[in-house]
């Protein structure tokens, strides 16, 4: 806090702005903390302030089958927008305010909505179940992998195959022709002008066994031909080293990036006949918890690891842990065996990643999320907040990002300034600050300092004599424009909260300013 001392008579008054650096520090002692914000619930950081997150609105009125695990908007031939939606029984369809069921007839099965036990990728060790046995499915919630061949789509749940829809709503997602029959995660890589269809983790093409370690992909520009042995194909078959399982993939520029439970690989295309993709292990004690848990952001990804560090990883470096000054509550509150519901996403309008993530004291569906600025002047900055989404990806193609309730609410994001139309709640607060060391000081009032203000602000003073001593409270509420506010608050140590719940809500928090006076020594 910075401070301007006036003279009054034989009385000397200070007045205090409030000015801390962005980012919550909620792992240290509210003391220790001193000079920080530590915590927080839907408040992000921008251009070094804090400021509430725009609100969100339904996409439409009907609700999705199921729990939805994926989202992917993409664009046809014609400009129109798509958006597929993966639930844990359904695959649907939104396309000019309609939802369409493109559920499969055949070979598809509606999985779990929760983990069991330890058998989650990344949250026990490998070979609970019967190896390679389709069973297996039952052990983890049914996640999806999407991708666009053209105009048209490919999915694949989990542990099963791949489907392709041809760009017709009248018409259902069918098996991929000669795809392997049980795919971990399947994605789609550019390539000299066409496209691969790869199956990470999938069935040997000789013997068909499954093996969690295998990588497959279709010739390019031909993703019916999976065969290595036919004239012309290009398609062909890996096998990773280091034991374990592969988890999920993500491109990074011209680059692949193939997760484990345990691992990080490399894939980069050499154009060698027999094995034209090289596979290197370029990290270790680094996989990733969940399928949906890693998101790439230009050349960087950003991901979980199942002993719940942050990472970042660009080609030609290493993976490097992430360091957050809130990940303990995560760590310590994240459900048990459920960590494959992890979703990582970004925002490109803030510069940031996000993580939803289920954290026990709400159950075992996801319910808080944890975000991190990765450029500009607020890079390294994180914030969290209270919000149940099951599904998220950032916008483009979309106007705004989309995020997906339990319930099956779909919602565009940073949209308005409200839940819906309704309220929803905010607020941020500071570590303990000693204003005098050894002096009791009275706080008397305030001056708002808040941009674009709306519906009031509670602000909430907490003063103590001592950092564990017994606390004193005061509350008032600030209206939209008000200029000065009066508030009586005695102590040595002050935590200053604003908080809003209410439709609209929010405001973009500047430098309010404190009337503090000399109280008294100890």
Request: glycine letters at 14%.
């Amino acid at each position: 806090m910075a401070a301007a001392r006036e003279h009054r008579s034989s009385e000397i008054t200070m007045k205090i702005a409030l000015e801390l650096p962005p980012g919550l520090n909620g792992d240290d002692t509210t003391l220790a903390g001193a000079g920080r914000w530590s915590d927080g619930s839907n408040v992000r950081f921008r251009l070094g302030r804090a400021e509430t997150i725009g609100g969100w609105e339904r996409l439409t009125s009907e609700p999705l089958t199921g729990v939805c695990r994926g989202v992917f908007p993409w664009t046809d031939n014609a400009g129109v927008l798509n958006i597929g939606f993966g639930t844990h029984a359904k695959l649907q369809l939104w396309r000019g305010g309609e939802l369409f069921d493109l559920t499969p007839t055949s070979g598809f099965a509606a999985g779990a909505i929760d983990g069991a036990g330890s058998a989650g990728f990344g949250t026990g060790a490998y070979g609970v179940g019967g190896y390679g046995l389709p069973s297996e499915s039952d052990y983890f919630p049914l996640t999806w992998s999407f991708g666009a061949w053209g105009q048209h789509l490919l999915a694949s749940p989990r542990n099963q195959t791949i489907f392709a829809w041809t760009n017709d709503t009248g018409q259902k997602a069918q098996p991929l022709a000669n795809a392997p029959a049980q795919v971990t995660h399947m994605l789609v890589a550019p390539l000299n002008g066409g496209y691969q269809v790869f199956a990470l983790g999938c069935n040997e093409e000789v013997s068909g066994t499954f093996n969690p370690l295998c990588v497959r992909h279709s010739s390019i520009r031909n993703n019916t031909q999976w065969s290595t042995a036919a004239s012309g194909s290009t398609a062909r078959e890996y096998v990773l080293t280091g034991g374990g399982r592969i988890v999920a993939g993500r491109m990074c520029g011209p680059s692949m990036l193939v997760w484990t439970g345990d691992a990080l690989f490399l894939g980069t295309y050499v154009g060698a006949l027999n094995q034209p993709w090289r596979f290197d292990r370029v990290g270790r004690n680094c996989g990733l918890i969940g399928p949906n848990a890693a998101v790439v952001v230009g050349q960087t990804a950003f991901w979980v690891s199942p002993d719940r560090q942050f990472y970042s990883y660009a080609p030609g470096g290493q993976p490097e842990p992430i360091a957050c000054p809130i990940r303990r509550d995560f760590a310590e509150e994240l459900a048990a065996s459920q960590g494959d519901k992890v979703v990582a996403s970004s925002n490109a309008e803030f510069s940031e990643v996000r993580f939803d993530y289920p954290d026990r004291r709400e159950g075992y569906e996801n319910s808080r999320y944890l975000a991190l600025a990765i450029s500009g002047p607020d890079a390294g900055a994180w914030h969290r907040g209270v919000m149940a989404r099951t599904a998220f990806v950032d916008a483009g193609p979309t106007a705004y990002p989309i995020g997906v309730s339990y319930d099956g609410a779909v919602f565009l994001h940073e949209k308005g300034r409200s839940a819906d139309g309704a309220a929803f709640s905010w607020f941020i607060e500071t570590a303990d600050y000693a204003l005098e060391a050894d002096t009791t000081m009275l706080v008397r009032g305030v001056w708002p300092d808040f941009k674009d203000q709306a519906g009031p602000v509670t602000l909430t003073l907490t003063s103590r004599l001592f950092p564990q001593g017994g606390t004193q409270v005061a509350a008032t509420p600030l209206a939209p424009g008000e200029t000065k506010t009066d508030v009586l608050a005695t102590g040595r140590y002050f935590q200053v909260r604003f908080a809003g719940e209410s439709a609209p809500t929010g405001c973009r928090i500047g430098a309010p300013a404190f009337d503090v006076v000399p109280a008294g020594r100890l």
